[in-house]
């Protein structure tokens, strides 16, 4: 069976610290993608990041970064130096990459950065 | 410059009284998808179409219905609304090779539907 995790429900931080969104999943296919998507208030989805699972190179785009490892199942997201902008809803989500459309989704993280 | 466009914004309607909530495109995507999304709750399958073919995940209730006239539009019909089935309604959209799905969907900004 395949499923995603996000076992934090809700990050409060101050605005400037960093912030690590963990993510874990199961699968027993050895292709499959991971996602990550934002949801602010406003209420769209964002997407974020692909990584397919023969690509366990680490990505940094700004401020976000993401460190995939295989060994232990996870796909997390960090922020630096977050910002009140980066308030909002994270989902990592997996897809099979075969003709099953369904992303399965993980739970979502609420993230909340005080000024 | 939007690219998945979901109209209206906001929705209200009757107990029981159909309502259609559409979405449009302009990426030239292939696929096309509804997800439901309730709150605080991650956003939930409805159907997708890979090009005209229609797909309905097992436990969309039959209530739910959507077509797809042409490459850009896409429309979600529920005939009988019940107070269950208030919602974020999310439309979706991305270019998949046949037999795979690995890329990224590209969100519109959704409908949400209210039931008096």
């Known amino acids: 069976a395949q499923k995603v995790t996000q076992a934090q429900t809700e990050i409060s931080v101050v605005e400037k610290e960093d912030v690590t969104l963990d993510c874990v999943y199961e699968?027993?296919?050895?292709?499959?993608?991971l996602f990550w998507y934002k949801q602010p208030p406003s209420g769209e989805l964002v997407f974020l990041i692909r990584r397919n699972s023969f690509d366990e190179q680490n990505e940094i785009s700004g401020r976000y970064s993401w460190n995939f490892q295989k060994s232990t199942s996870s796909f997390n997201f960090t922020i630096t130096a977050s910002q009140v902008v980066d308030s909002a809803v994270y989902f990592c989500?997996?897809?099979?990459?075969?003709?099953?459309?369904?992303?399965?989704w993980g739970a979502g993280t609420k993230l909340i950065i005080k000024p | 410059d939007a690219m998945v466009i979901q109209n209206p914004r906001y929705q209200v309607t009757q107990f029981g009284k159909p309502v259609t909530l559409s979405c449009s495109q302009t990426l030239n995507h292939n696929v096309m998808y509804w997800y439901q999304q309730k709150s605080s709750q991650a956003p939930k399958l409805l159907f997708h179409y890979y090009d005209k073919d229609f797909n309905n995940e097992a436990d969309t209730p039959d209530n739910f219905q959507s077509r797809r006239p042409n490459t850009s539009f896409c429309f979600l019909d529920i005939r009988s609304p019940g107070l269950g089935d208030a919602a974020m309604y999310l439309c979706?959209?991305?270019?998949?090779?046949?037999?795979?799905?690995?890329?990224?969907?590209?969100f519109g900004d959704g409908t949400r539907l209210s039931i008096l």
């Open positions: 699968t027993r296919d050895t292709t499959y993608y």
């Open positions: 979706a959209t991305s270019r998949e090779s046949a037999g795979k799905s690995n890329q990224p969907q590209h």
């Open positions: 989500a997996l897809s099979r990459g075969d003709s099953n459309y369904q992303l399965i």
